[in-house]
């Protein structure tokens, strides 16, 4: 009796030791990393070991991305009012020629962030760093160079 219910077991690690000399694991690959990628970067894998191969996705990830200086700090705080792309929203688009000549010196743009202007709240030393700031205004200008090339 013992010997009968042992025929399970002992076939199972047989099947184990075989699969893995011949090189199939029994475990599936390890999830790759949730980074962005583009098309270019996937391709499918078709195992040839195995009775029945399962196709898998191998994602090679994007490691660096060049972020333009202040888009976090935009998309943090501006975005929400005026828009993804300074599109315009709650707030004014900052996009356009006409915000660009606005605020053609980027000490007036500043002095708005600083301060607040129309019901916009202002953005003190604490809320955005020095060095925040002068990113989010170089990508603030680039918002109107991306419109007019």
């Not at 009796?1 to 199939?24: D, F, N």
């Not at 490691?63 to 202040?70: C, M, N, S």
């Not at 888009?71 to 356009?96: D, K, M, Q, S, Y």
Request: with cysteine; charged share 20%; glycine share 10%.
């Amino acid at each position: 009796m013992l010997l009968k219910s042992s025929v399970p077991v002992i076939l199972a690690t047989l099947a184990l030791v075989a699969a893995s000399a011949c090189g199939v694991s029994a475990a599936p690959p390890a999830e790759p990393p949730h980074l962005p990628v583009t098309v270019s970067d996937v391709r499918l894998i078709h195992p040839t070991a195995g009775p029945t191969p399962t196709p898998y996705l191998v994602v090679t990830p994007v490691t660096e991305k060049a972020v333009p200086p202040g888009e976090g700090v935009f998309g943090e705080r501006c975005a929400v009012c005026h828009g993804r792309a300074g599109e315009g929203g709650i707030g004014p688009a900052l996009n356009t020629d006409d915000f660009a000549q606005k605020f053609s010196a980027d000490n007036d743009l500043v002095d708005v962030l600083r301060n607040g202007a129309d019901g916009m709240p202002g953005f003190d030393n604490r809320r955005i760093t020095d060095q925040d700031m002068k990113g989010l205004v170089t990508y603030i200008r680039s918002l109107v160079e991306e419109l007019n090339p």
